[in-house]
């Protein structure tokens, strides 16, 4: 799932980014090592961090339906992940930098989910959308300093894209039959007394007659 977002992040930035042809995207670490080997302009995307997304989960099931419409199989609604990117450019000079961001800035502004034509695999079968934010606030209990601190490097700018991505959690389950039989309770409010009716061939929705 995740190398499928980053297909899909990677493809919107070279589609629909203004970037010079001779920039590459990468998704590694920006440590001091990767920094130092790196020979030509680059936009980084750095997966840091991976947490449910509470606003989005949906408890429950999917119900699937057959070509008659009854329930066939019974579906786990998917979990929702937020995939946090942290995005620099890497030049020789601060300027080309800027405008690497800049261009990378404008891409995921006007997308607020990634296109559908970019999904692929397990994304393209859920039919859901992707979600992506950028720039927005960071959560209290995280700061982009303490990554930059985690990768032994010196702050730098940075955006900070999130993509809340579906994932399914499980094989669709069969659904029993229809229910056939029944039975039904009764009790008399003036007496008290309780009376049992035992129904079969409940009635289907064929059965049932149109009002």
Do not use: C
């Amino acid at each position: 799932m995740m190398q499928e977002i980053d297909a899909a992040v990677r493809q919107l930035l070279e589609r629909h980014a203004e970037l010079p042809s001779d920039v590459e995207i990468s998704f590694d670490a920006p440590t001091r090592d990767w920094a130092a080997k790196r020979n030509a302009p680059t936009l980084d995307l750095y997966l840091y961090d991976i947490r449910r997304d509470m606003e989005r989960d949906i408890a429950g099931f999917v119900e699937l339906r057959g070509d008659d419409g009854r329930v066939t199989e019974r579906r786990p609604q998917p979990r929702y992940f937020k995939l946090s990117y942290l995005v620099t450019a890497w030049t020789q000079r601060p300027e080309d930098e800027h405008h690497l961001l800049s261009a990378a800035l404008v891409a995921f502004l006007r997308h607020d989910r990634l296109p559908p034509d970019l999904l692929e695999g397990s994304l393209a079968e859920l039919g859901l959308v992707a979600p992506v934010t950028i720039a927005l606030p960071p959560p209290e209990d995280r700061s982009f300093a303490d990554v930059w601190t985690a990768l032994g490097g010196e702050l730098k700018p940075s955006l900070d894209v999130v993509v809340s991505t579906p994932i399914d959690v499980g094989a669709p389950e069969p659904a029993g039959p229809p229910t056939q039989r029944a039975t039904l309770r009764a009790r008399d409010l003036a007496s008290g007394a309780e009376a049992e009716v035992r129904a079969s061939n409940w009635p289907t929705d064929d059965d049932r007659v149109p009002t």
